[in-house]
């Protein structure tokens, strides 16, 4: 009787092991970070998010500049908030020398998700190569606000 007790107790620890790695890897597999999809915002700008594991790959078409299909980006992300419903996030797209008149530059967004308004308030830098005399001119800062697209 003990052996076949002990057999049973094996088998159901490693049945239950299985389905919870199962579970596990099924969980890893969806996007844990809120704001998976397409978001646009004020200017037209759209942006798409896939993320898993505190890291957002994607790609970013910018409205503005001139802007040759779109750009991949990559950043990070973790939950917040009392509920862990808020998110944020910050990204990074390096520009290639057509964007913004001959000049290679990069942008990074970090802002906050609150899902209770479906947007995601961000502040960015903007930092493009100039000359050394005319470095003050290199960085621009400003605010984008992105709304889901459809």
């Known amino acids: 009787m003990k ?3 002990t057999v049973a107790i094996c088998i159901i620890h490693v049945y239950a092991t299985l389905i919870g790695l199962a ?3 099924r969980k890893s597999d969806v996007s844990d970070c809120g704001v998976a ?3 646009k915002n004020q ?3 759209k942006v798409t998010f896939s993320c898993k594991n505190g890291q957002i790959n994607g790609k970013y ?3 503005v500049g001139n802007a040759e299909d779109y750009y991949s980006l990559t950043g ?3 939950r917040a908030g009392t ?3 808020a998110v944020v996030l910050g990204w990074v797209v390096s520009w290639n020398n057509q964007m913004f008149g001959n000049s290679n530059s990069s942008t990074s967004w970090s802002g906050i998700y609150y899902p209770g308004e479906r947007i995601i308030r961000t502040q960015w830098l903007l930092t493009r190569f100039k000359e050394r ?3 003050w001119k290199t960085t621009m800062v400003n605010h984008d606000e992105f709304t889901p697209i459809k």
């Open 3 to 5: 052996i076949q007790t």
């Open 23 to 25: 579970d596990a890897k």
């Open 37 to 39: 999809g397409t978001w």
């Open 43 to 45: 200017l037209g700008s």
């Open 61 to 63: 078409n910018s409205a």
């Open 76 to 78: 990070r992300y973790t």
């Open 83 to 85: 509920d862990d419903n």
């Open 133 to 135: 005399n005319d470095y």
